[in-house]
């Protein structure tokens, strides 16, 4: 079975830091593209990085590029996403998901999703 588990978010200062972990099971890390996404209250989904199976390279949306760095532990089958600078527009549950393609934003090459992690950014 595979599955996706975020970890990580939690409450965070503006001008803060924080790690976000992605585990996955069932499946080789390095097998599918992973990519990070988040959803704030009362917005759309939008996609934020991802990382691809094939050789690793990575991409970003606008919004965090600079700011956001998604990597990948084949060996603890995790990918991260360290996130800094952030920001209170950054709040939102933030999810993981796999992808049997290159990295994309078309969300819909994303097959298997994890549950999310909220990230709360406030003073």
């Known amino acids: 079975q595979l599955q996706l588990v975020e970890s990580g978010g939690g409450l965070v200062q503006p001008g803060g830091s924080l790690r976000l972990s992605c585990v996955v099971s069932g499946f080789s890390v390095d097998y599918y593209t992973i990519g990070w996404f988040r959803q704030a209250p009362g917005k759309e989904r939008e996609v934020l990085s991802c990382?691809?199976?094939?050789?690793?390279?990575?991409a970003y949306a606008d919004s965090v590029k600079g700011r956001f760095a998604i990597s990948r532990d084949n060996a603890k089958s995790s990918v991260y996403l360290r996130m800094s600078s952030l920001k209170p527009e950054d709040t939102a549950v933030y999810s993981c998901a796999a992808a049997r393609a290159r990295c994309t934003s078309s969300q819909s090459a994303y097959d298997y999703w994890g549950q999310g992690t909220q990230v709360t950014v406030s003073s």
């Open positions: 990382i691809s199976s094939s050789d690793g390279s990575t």
